[in-house]
């Protein structure tokens, strides 16, 4: 079954920078995009950024384009975040989804998150 | 960029009742693109409705999607216990997925 396993979350001051990661499996990762999705404390759900199953595109929501960096690894099955320039609006619960692959272009799977507080 | 608004923001009903969320957007949007998901506390959202009607895996058929244009419907016609939670309505539109603001649907 498919598995998506985030890790790297933690408190880090603002300015500074982290990296996620997650773990896929259960699925042929190299053939599927990937996604970022977040969610702050009490708030909604907030789409930060994609790629593309083969890693030759990368899109990103104005909110973290700039400061953020989607990649992945197919050897490893392993997507990542590269988080820079942290900003206290950036404390949340980081996700890693799994892109639909079909026309519908949604995201039919997630892990179970990652949190990121960022707090001097 | 198109936005999408869900209502009501909080709907309070008894299981066995039937649930009505509404999710509107800012401008009209192909269906296709049109998903619904389900997320309990503490929990990773859930797919439940791709293509605007189309189940996912697992969606019990108590749960309907439908509409077009600018209005999208999710429907659970009898609420059982597991179904208090939020709902978000999703779309994918130019590279960019937006979701709406989520519908709670509580215990009355």
């Known amino acids: 079954q498919v598995q998506l396993v985030e890790s790297g979350g933690g408190v880090v001051q603002p300015g500074r920078s982290l990296r996620l990661s997650c773990a896929a499996s259960?699925?042929?990762?190299?053939?599927?995009?990937m996604h970022w999705v977040r969610q702050a404390p009490g708030k909604g759900l907030e789409w930060v950024a994609v790629?593309?199953?083969?890693?030759?595109?990368?899109f990103y929501a104005d909110s973290v384009k700039g400061r953020f960096t989607i990649s992945r690894d197919n050897s490893k099955n392993t997507l990542f975040l590269q988080l820079n320039s942290l900003r206290a609006e950036d404390t949340a619960m980081y996700y890693c989804?799994?892109?639909?692959?079909?026309?519908?272009?949604?995201?039919?799977?997630w892990g179970q998150g990652t949190l990121v507080t960022v707090s001097s | 960029e198109i936005v999408l608004t869900q209502s009501p923001g909080t709907l309070s009903l008894s299981p066995g009742e039937r649930a009505t969320l509404s999710c509107r957007a800012s401008?009209?949007?192909?269906?296709?693109?049109l998903a619904w998901y389900q997320q309990k506390p503490g929990q990773a959202p859930r797919l439940l409705i791709y293509?605007?009607?189309n189940r996912a895996t697992g969606t019990p058929d108590r749960f309907s999607g439908s509409g077009s244009g600018t209005d999208f419907t999710l429907i659970i016609s009898r609420l059982e216990p597991e179904d208090f939670a939020v709902y978000y309505c999703?779309?994918?539109?130019?590279?960019?997925?937006?979701f709406g603001q989520g519908t709670k649907v509580e215990i009355k």
């Open positions: 989804a799994k892109y639909s692959g079909s026309d519908y272009r949604h995201f039919d799977f």
């Open positions: 259960g699925f042929t990762f190299s053939s599927y995009g």
């Open positions: 790629i593309w199953y083969d890693g030759s595109h990368q």
């Open positions: 401008q009209s949007v192909s269906s296709s693109y």
């Open positions: 293509g605007a009607s």
């Open positions: 999703q779309h994918y539109g130019r590279s960019l997925w937006t």
